[in-house]
C-alpha cells in the first residue's frame, strides 16, 4: 500500500496550540493526524509504510527521523496521543488489578525484555486496565521531545468504537476485527459485557481467517446474524474479506466517526484504514 497524504488547504502550523496531534507507530508504518479543537475538524493526516520492519532497538532514531522530516510535528500541541502498534497486551478488570503485579502480569510473554517499559491506560467502557509494552529508548525520547503527551494502544480505540456502537444498536453480539502488520485483534461483546479481546499473530490470509472463525466458533456465534466490523489494513492480508463473507454474512467497514468534521481532503482516504487514529482523542488523556 502506498504512503498517503490528505492535508486541508487552511491547515495553519502555526495554529498548533488549539489543535490535538495523534500519532500512531509500529514495526512498519506510521501515520498522524492532526484536529483542529476550535472548529472539531480534522484537518490533516499522513500515512508511510516502511520498505522493512523497524526493530524495537532503532525505533527511536527512527522517531527521530521522522518528526524532524515534519517539523510541524514538534510544536506545541493542546495534547499528543501516541499509539504504538503491536500485538502485546494485557486486559485486567479493575477489581483484580494490582499495581505491585504490573510485571508480573506479563510472564507468560517471553519476548518482553528490560528494554520495554510497561505503560498502563484505564478503559472506563468495560472498568478495566489496559498494559501494554513500548521500547524503554521510544517512550524517553518522545517524553523528552514534546509536552502533554500520552501513551496508547490500539485495544483503547477498537473496543471504545465497539461499545460505543453497541449502546446505539443493541445487537445480541457484536464483533470488531483490526487488521495491523503481521497480526490481528478480535474483540466481541454479547449485549453490553466484553466477552473476547485478544490479539493473534497472522502471517497470512488463512491464518487471519481461521483465528475469526475460530473465535466466533469458540463463543457460539450465529455467522449469520453477528455483525463484524472491520478496521485496519485488511488488505495486507489479500482475500481475507472475501474468504470470511462465505461464513459470516454480516460484513461491514468501518466508516468516520460522525462526531467528528473532516475536511475535503479526507474524502481520498479509505475511513477503515484510519478509524482507530481519528478515534483516539476519545480514549482520554
Not at 501515520?31 to 509504510?49: E, G, K, P, T
Not at 477489581?95 to 528494554?115: G, P, R, T, V
Not at 445480541?172 to 499473530?201: Q, T, V
Amino acid at each position: 500500500m502506498p504512503s498517503i497524504a490528505a492535508i486541508d488547504e487552511s491547515f495553519d502550523s502555526r495554529n498548533s496550540s488549539v489543535c490535538q496531534l495523534s500519532i500512531q507507530y509500529g514495526a512498519q508504518l506510521f501515520s498522524f493526524a492532526i484536529l483542529d479543537l476550535l472548529a472539531n475538524r480534522y484537518v490533516a493526516l499522513r500515512h508511510y509504510w516502511f520498505t522493512k520492519p523497524v526493530s524495537p532497538e532503532n525505533q527511536a532514531d527512527h522517531l527521530r527521523i521522522l518528526l524532524n522530516s515534519e517539523s510541524y510535528l514538534l510544536r506545541p500541541y493542546d495534547h499528543i496521543r501516541f499509539m504504538y502498534l503491536s500485538p502485546t497486551s494485557v486486559l485486567i478488570p479493575d477489581q483484580l488489578f494490582a499495581e505491585e503485579k504490573e510485571e508480573s502480569y506479563f510472564a507468560h510473554y517471553q519476548d518482553i525484555s528490560k528494554d520495554f517499559t510497561i505503560q498502563q491506560a484505564s478503559i472506563s467502557e468495560i472498568h478495566s486496565k489496559l498494559l501494554f509494552p513500548i521500547p524503554k529508548t521510544v517512550h524517553q525520547y518522545l517524553t523528552n521531545q514534546v509536552d502533554r503527551i500520552s501513551f496508547h494502544h490500539q485495544s483503547c480505540p477498537l473496543i471504545h468504537s465497539l461499545k460505543t456502537s453497541l449502546s446505539e444498536e443493541h445487537p445480541e453480539s457484536k464483533a470488531s476485527l483490526f487488521a495491523g502488520p503481521k497480526f490481528i485483534d478480535l474483540a466481541i461483546f454479547s449485549g453490553n459485557r466484553l466477552i473476547l479481546y485478544n490479539s493473534y499473530p497472522a502471517a497470512t490470509t488463512e491464518e487471519a481467517v481461521y483465528y475469526v472463525l475460530y473465535a466466533f466458533n469458540q463463543f457460539g456465534l450465529i455467522h449469520e446474524e453477528t455483525p463484524l466490523e472491520i478496521h485496519g489494513f485488511i488488505e495486507n492480508f489479500p482475500g481475507a474479506t472475501q474468504q470470511l463473507n462465505n461464513y459470516i454474512r454480516n460484513i461491514t467497514y468501518s466508516s468516520f466517526n460522525q462526531s467528528y468534521r473532516f475536511s475535503p481532503a479526507f474524502t481520498t482516504l479509505t475511513p477503515h484504514h484510519f478509524n482507530l487514529l481519528l478515534n483516539l482523542p476519545q480514549c482520554g488523556s
